[in-house]
């Protein structure tokens, strides 16, 4: 292990970066073959650069590092992961209580939102098998165990306690009351900051963000639910740009269509300053927005009609927003460095 660490140097401060920092040194170029579709360079090995990286952050200790960076994963199908369980039983050793805790909330929220939006689209989507809602069901509820038992190992009665509450909730595909009478608060551009920005906390995982959002609208009535949808849409319409997009795209190292609306979910989810910053010069936010695939926050598309169909007891009525064109100057991927040289130059390893 001392041997590949010192040839790599790692920074031990970003996971994603230090993994693509190997592959680049020790990953063997291929061709993938697609038929048709064409062929790619492409370069193998990150299976190996993914273990040898977590070894040597989970040897130096670099837990909230390596917390940051599984929080990021996609535990909708499930949190049967052997980093996830290496991550957890050295945690669990070490009483690292915090970070234990945000690990599991993290994984917790993203598949707690996983099944509130396939079981809002029971009986409507013609492909949806019941099946697919038990297992998404399954997988929150055997999280939210998990994490029990480790509180209750810790010593934490109370946070033990409340999260049974939680479990009995789900069990029943019931959500948190609100207290009556409702929100009565008329939803606006102001208010719509107001509650993303209510739920961010610098210790929550974006997954987690949107589960606090989702549950603080659910207590306003059902309109105003429906208007915050539709500034949210105004607002991802705004930030529909072809710069973003470049940005996006570096940051990940490639950004499809859907990826591309998954940022820029994650860029309202930061907040009206940085958003807004974005879209005065998206120059002045690369510090704030992390290389590797952490700016994703698809949570965020479903959380009002979640929070709708608890508040009422009812559907909401999809809103259809207006089609717009990418605002900007079209590129290709080989244009980036002489268009955004700057953001070329950030984002290298």
Known sequence: MAKPKQSLKLSFKDVDRDIEKYLERHGKPDILDLGD????????????????VFDAYLEQKKYRQLVDYLCGFNWEVGSDNPMLKRLTETLRREKKRAQLIRLWRGVIAKQKNNFWILAGARGKAPGLKPASIARAKANALASMRTLHDLLAELGDAPASSKLNEE???????????????????????ELFWS?????????????????????QLQAFKAEEIRRFQ???????????RWDLWALAYVAQGGCSDDAFEEFRAWLIVQGRRLFESALKDMHKILRKVPRGLSTHAAELLFAASTAYEASSGKAMAPITAKSKKLAGTPWQENDLPRIYPDIVKHYEI
Do not use: C, W
Not at 171 to 187: G, L, S, V, Y
Not at 195 to 215: D, F, M, P, Y
């Open 167 to 189: 479990i009995a909730l789900l069990e029943r595909e019931q959500h948190r009351q609100i207290a009556t009478p409702a929100d009565p608060r008329k939803m606006d551009d």
């Open 230 to 240: 539709k500034i949210l849409l105004d607002k991802f319409a705004l930030a529909y």
């Open 195 to 215: 509650i993303i920005e209510a739920g961010r906390q610098t210790n929550r995982s974006t997954a987690e963000h949107v589960e606090a959002l989702t549950e």
């Open 37 to 52: 579709a064409g062929r790619f360079s492409v370069v193998r090995g990150y299976d190996n650069a993914q273990q040898t």
